[in-house]
Each structure stands twice: as C-alpha cells, then as structure tokens.
C-alpha cells in the first residue's frame, strides 16, 4: 500500500517499433516487481499510435520477451482486464471522451493556426527574440462562437491545452530523482488532439494512464521532460496525479548509452546467447536497485517481495557483461543435470550436429584468436541440412535425455553462457575422427622431449584392455600406473591422451569424457593422431 493507502496499479507500456530492449526490460522488471511486492496490479499496455513504426510482430516479439523473462502481466494483451481494450488503437473513444471532458471543463481550444503561420512565427521568434517560447496563444483569445463556426464551417484545426495563466512552476517528488521543479514559462499550451482527430503521445498516455486507474508511474529518465506536460494534463482534466518515479540511464562500460555498439541490446538476443532468464532478471534488477548494497544473488522470490521505489538510484547504471556471465555461470552451476538438459536442448543438438559433421579422420585446425569459437564450425545453420539435423538431434535428446545428462558434469563447473555448449561439447560426437587444435599439436604433442608418442601408444594399450571396465576412474588409475614406470609425469601422460581424443589441451574432464565415448572410436582417434602427426 502507499501512502494513500490506494492498492498500487502500475504499467509497462512498450511502444511496438522494435524489440524489447534491455533497458525497456528493467523498466518492466521494476514495475512487475513493484506490484508483486505490494501486492499490486502489473498492467501491459501496447501504445500502437505510431502507425508508420508500430507493428503485430514487434507487439509479438515483445510480449514473447516478457513471458520468456517471466514477467507475467495481470492486465493486458491475451489476459484482458476491467480497464481494456490494452492497445492504444482500440482506446481512440476513450480519448475523445477525455476531449469533450476538457471542453466542458474549457480547459482546451481549438486551434486554426496553420502550418506555415506556426513555422513563420517561430522562424521570425529564432531570428528577433533569440528563441521560440512557444505557441503564442493566438487562438486562444478567439471567443466560442467564433471557434464553433469556424469548426462548422469545416476548417482544420487542432485541441491545445489552455494552461492557466496563474500556474507557477510544476513541481512533483519524483520517487526516484526527489523534488523537482519545471517553470511553467516553458509549457507552452501544447496540442492534445490532431488535426485529423488522433491524440499526441503526452495526451494518450495520460488518458490512459488516468482510465487505468495507475497509481506509479515508473519509467525511464527519458521521459523525465514529458511528465511536467503530463502533470498539466491530469489537471486539465481534474484527474490527480500518480507518482512519477524515473530510472537512470544503461550505460555501456564506456559510460556511454548503451547501444548497439556495445553488442546485444535486446531481450532475445540475450536469451539467444545462452543467459537464463532468472539470471538476467536478477542482474537487469541490480541496475539501478540494490536490496541492502551488497547481495548480488536474488531470486525471484526475494525481488518480488522486497522491491522497493526507495532502493533506486538516481545514478546510471554500468551495463557490465562480465557480471552478467559470472552471474549467468551462478544460475547455470544451480541447475541439476535434467534441468540443464531442458534448458540447454537447442545448443546441446547443435553440439551433436557439429560434431556429427567431423569427418575424414584426422584435421589439424588453425587455432582461433582471442574471443573467438575454440573450434570454427564444421557446418553452419546456412548449410544445407543443419536445420533438418538439429531437429532430429533434439528429438533424440528429448526422447532419451540420460545419455545428455551426462554430459552436465563435463562442463557445469565452467559454463558461462549456454551458447559455450557446442564449442566445448562437439568433440564427444565426432566419431572416430578428430580435429587437432594446431597449438596444442605444437605445444603437447611434438613438444621436445615429452615423449608424447610413447604416452600415446601406452595408454591406447590400456584403453584397448578387455579387463578394464569402460568407466572414468578405472581408466584413469590404470593409465596413472604408467607413468612410474615409464619415469613419466602424470601431465605429460595426459595431456598428448586429452590432445588426441578432445582435439586440444582446455577440454572437460578427460576420463569422465572418454567414459561417454564408444572404446572404438577413442582408440581410434588415438590410431589416427599417431598415424598423422608422428608417422607421417
Ligand atoms: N511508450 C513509451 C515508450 O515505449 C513509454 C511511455 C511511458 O512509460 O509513459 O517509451
């Protein structure tokens, strides 16, 4: 509850001209949570007036994010409410309603300037007097009678705002950004209603924003300097205002605003690239809010009980990634292996295709550069096939998920991201062949005087024992009692072995990997390195 003791309705209110932007998701986050937290209503308005950049896709796109985040909306598009239609396009009675309710309370005008009388005015204002103030209120003083015969007779004109002459500086207590203060000398008497009848942005979102019977108001700082306008508005119309609660800027790490420039800015890119969306809320909550200046977990349950407008910061919040792929590898690492399993499915297959699209034995392959894959890819979603392969490969997983769920502890313990799957997970599925990183050949195989050749060719020989049972810890001990003998140490015994089966020296768990494989193909792999790289 408030202050006023009204229940808390807050909104989110995306406009459909793109995707749902990071900082268009914190801002949905801060209001959904708000809700949860005071045991509010979550309204999800799409405000659709801009009808060259609005469309369903986006609309689609967007409300696909937020089901994906798991930011569920108590109104809105597909749930309906008491106070729908929740698409600004269904709701133009609404406005015209508020129209007639200003001319009745004659807080609005018509106005019959033209275009070129504005353009001029504010052209010869630029040049003599340093600066537009704005609409000079020339219709203004036209009396009702003369206004309605000109309406009659049919000649186009616009709704403005009249703003008391006696209204001082509009000031509010913004939840975030504390007291402020705007002279009303820079208002001018703004259009609320088209020419061709539509509302403007400030006149529509207030209408709404007052039908819906929203009680906060939390958006980002960008539309800081709309909310005076707004304040006019609900007083034109005699309605009371909300709290206004603006968030700081997303800057990049750059401390510029985040942008494309800084890699992925949309929600689906994000989950794309392998973040979970526990993750992703927990760390887009972190950017402006903190619960107690410390914590950096918080689980959903924890930020929709605790969230409060009072935890916000005014300063920007720094997008920082590599937080977020801690933070990712945290959630990651609390999943159990069929959990993973689900969640990973799509890069899983990809694992598999990849690897399944190895051939023709042994390939040495040009190490990549920092940041890049570890492996260049083997086929790509261009290929003809792959979609076809991946599909097939997701079924398997989900028709026999065990033999997957293995695979969880080869890489929990340092994923940070679910897209790192195929790279790190192709080797498992190339068959007998394999392809050879080009620097650990140099820096493992053909290192002078590591004896790679004869670590290699003795544990094949214990690989290939009919006594052994196929299991990591067996394989590995009987591997490890080759190297007294051989007056080795264990490294240089396993690291040729983890080189020649997983194609390079920063694999998963050697032994836990070689249990999953066929014995064939392993001693093939091995065959076939010793055959290319030391006897060729
Ligand atoms: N539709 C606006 C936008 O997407 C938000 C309006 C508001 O929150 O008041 O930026």
Not at 471 to 481: H, M
Request: aromatic fraction near 8%.
């Amino acid at each position: 509850m408030t202050d006023t003791q009204k229940p808390v309705r807050v909104r989110f209110a995306p406009s459909p001209t793109g995707k749902l932007h990071i900082g268009g998701a914190r801002t949905a986050i801060y209001n959904w949570a708000f809700a949860r937290a005071t045991g509010g209503t979550f309204v999800l308005r799409i405000e659709d007036t801009d009808p060259e950049r609005s469309t369903d896709e986006n609309t689609q796109i967007i409300l696909r994010a937020l089901r994906w985040l798991g930011l569920d909306w108590d109104e809105g598009p597909e749930v309906g409410g008491a106070c729908g239609p929740y698409f600004q396009m269904q709701r133009m009675d609404t406005y015209a309603a508020a129209l007639e309710r200003l001319k009745e309370r004659d807080a609005a005008y018509p106005c019959f300037c033209t275009k070129e009388e504005l353009d001029a005015k504010r052209a010869k204002a630029e040049k003599e007097e340093g600066g537009y103030a704005g609409y000079d209120r020339t219709c203004r003083c036209l009396s009702h009678e003369e206004a309605a015969a000109r309406i009659a007779a049919g000649e186009d004109h616009v709704w403005r705002i009249k703003v008391p002459e006696d209204r001082g500086a509009i000031e509010f207590d913004d939840a975030v950004y504390g007291h402020i203060s705007f002279p009303a000398d820079v208002m001018d008497d703004m259009i609320l209603v088209r020419t061709d009848g539509s509302p403007t942005y400030n006149f529509a979102v207030v209408c709404d924003d007052a039908n819906m019977g929203i009680t906060h108001v939390i958006r980002g700082d960008d539309h800081l300097s709309n909310t005076p306008r707004q304040i006019l508005i609900y007083e034109a119309l005699g309605y009371e205002t909300p709290t206004f609660g603006h968030l700081s800027m997303i800057l990049g790490p750059d401390g510029k605003k985040l942008s494309k420039r800084h890699g992925a800015t949309n929600v689906e890119e994000y989950r794309d690239r392998g973040y979970l969306s526990d993750a992703l809320v927990n760390f887009l909550a972190l950017l402006g809010w903190s619960l107690d200046g410390e914590t950096t977990i918080i689980s959903r349950e924890v930020l929709t009980s605790q969230f409060g407008l009072d935890r916000i910061t005014k300063k920007d919040a720094i997008f920082d990634e590599t937080k977020l792929n801690w933070m990712n590898g945290v959630y990651i690492r609390e999943m159990d292996a069929p959990e993973w399993v689900a969640a990973s499915k799509r890069w899983i297959a990809e694992a598999a295709v990849q690897g399944a699209n190895v051939a023709d034995g042994v390939n040495v392959v040009p190490t990549p550069e920092q940041g890049e894959d570890p492996l260049p890819l083997a086929i790509t979603a261009e290929d003809e096939g792959y979609a076809e392969a991946v599909s097939a490969a997701l079924a398997d997983i989900e028709e026999d998920p065990a033999f997957y769920e293995k695979l969880y502890p080869l890489v929990i313990e340092r994923l940070a991201r679910l897209d790192d799957i195929p790279a790190k997970l192709e080797f498992i599925f190339w068959g007998a062949n394999v392809r050879l990183d080009e620097k650990s050949v140099k820096k493992v195989l053909l290192k002078e005087g590591a004896r790679a050749d004869e670590a290699l060719r003795a544990c094949r020989e214990v690989l290939a024992r009919e006594d052994l049972p196929w299991e990591a810890e067996a394989l590995q001990e009987a591997c490890r009692a080759l190297c007294e003998p051989m007056d080795m140490k264990p490294k240089l015994m396993f690291q040729p072995l983890r080189v020649a089966v997983c194609g390079n020296m920063v694999s998963p768990p050697l032994f836990e990997s070689i249990e999953l494989m066929e014995p064939e193909d392993v001693l093939a792999r091995i065959d076939g390195v010793l055959a290319s790289v030391f006897e060729a």
